[in-house]
């Protein structure tokens, strides 16, 4: 068992993390970064509208990412996963799966969400490939195709709404009885987009390229790309157990300091914010900044 004390802790390693590990790095700060190695877009193939990286793989970002933070002489990296976190004395505490223990005067989750896929089969090794949940991430290289949205009531009516500006040639499946107030019906089918109510069997796909949705009844439409939100928890229940409030839409609740409701505890990317690239890696800057000055403050009074 090891058991070392850092000024901060960074519970996640992918853009958020890296990008509050090198901000805080740059403030001579001694850091930990624990990661599992496991980012949620493992599988997507491109990320796209970020600047200066549009277009590249997550894997070649994430790389060149490290690459750089590594440079910082005070930040370490500990592969593994966070299983225990407490408050003690004054610090925090952090054990991992293989039973080391490491301490911080504050902590920093960047721990992403996890989705949970609906049993249609087929859906998860789609997911980010040709079922994509956001139009500014991934619209642009399929624009004006014809695209499905899985969703039903207010999402499905929201999501008509957004991809219409990218394409018109839509087409929503309820995967059952719709739940569209005639309102929103009304406004869907104004637009000629079809409402199929019909319940999904499986996404047929070759490696995850879509090819056609086949229903329970053995019908079936070619189909490339589709849009859907399936329901999503929090990847880390730690912040949950130190007792950090979560918001209405199921992220972890912080200020604009990127404080949780948990004195020393912070929040980042995913877990936290709008789920795109260019944001994970804003708000991981500003909140080891505003970690740092929090330090800063702290040690100046004393």
């Given at each position: ?152 009531g207010d999402v499905a009516f929201h999501y008509a709404q957004l991809i219409f500006n990218w394409t018109k040639r839509l087409t929503i499946y309820t995967n059952g009885k719709s739940t569209l107030t005639g309102i929103q019906e009304q406004g ?115």
């Amino acid at each position: 068992m090891t058991k070392t004390t850092y000024d901060v802790i960074i519970v996640g390693g992918s853009y958020s993390g890296l990008s509050a590990a090198m901000s805080l790095g740059r403030a001579l700060r001694q850091v930990l970064v624990l990661d599992d190695g496991k980012p949620c877009n493992r599988q997507t193939p491109h990320s796209h509208n970020f600047l200066t990286q549009d277009g590249e793989t997550p894997q070649h970002i994430a790389t060149i990412a490290r690459e750089q933070v590594s440079r910082y002489e005070t930040i370490r990296f500990y592969k593994g996963s966070a299983t225990e976190a407490k408050k003690t004395t004054g610090n925090f505490e952090i054990k991992t799966d293989d039973g080391s223990v490491f301490t911080a005067r504050r902590l920093l989750f960047a721990t992403g969400l996890k989705d949970n896929f609906p049993d249609s089969n087929g859906f998860a090794a789609c997911w980010g490939i040709s079922v994509l949940h956001c139009p500014y991430c991934h619209g642009y290289e399929v624009k004006e195709q014809p695209t499905g949205i899985i969703a039903n009531g207010d999402v499905a009516f929201h999501y008509a709404q957004l991809i219409f500006n990218w394409t018109k040639r839509l087409t929503i499946y309820t995967n059952g009885k719709s739940t569209l107030t005639g309102i929103q019906e009304q406004g869907i089918k104004s637009n000629s987009i079809a409402i199929i109510e019909k319940e999904i069997a499986s996404l047929e796909h070759e490696q995850g390229k879509l090819k056609k949705i086949v229903f329970q009844d053995q019908s079936s439409v070619p189909l490339q790309v589709v849009y859907s939100r399936p329901e999503f928890t929090q990847n880390c229940p730690l912040p949950e157990a130190l007792g950090c409030e979560i918001n209405e839409i199921g992220l972890l609740k912080v200020d604009s300091s990127f404080k949780t409701t948990i004195e020393g505890v912070y929040a980042s990317g995913d877990c936290s914010s709008m789920r795109t690239v260019s944001v994970a890696v804003a708000t991981g800057t500003q909140a080891g900044a505003f970690i740092n000055n929090d330090l800063v403050t702290e040690d100046f009074v004393k």
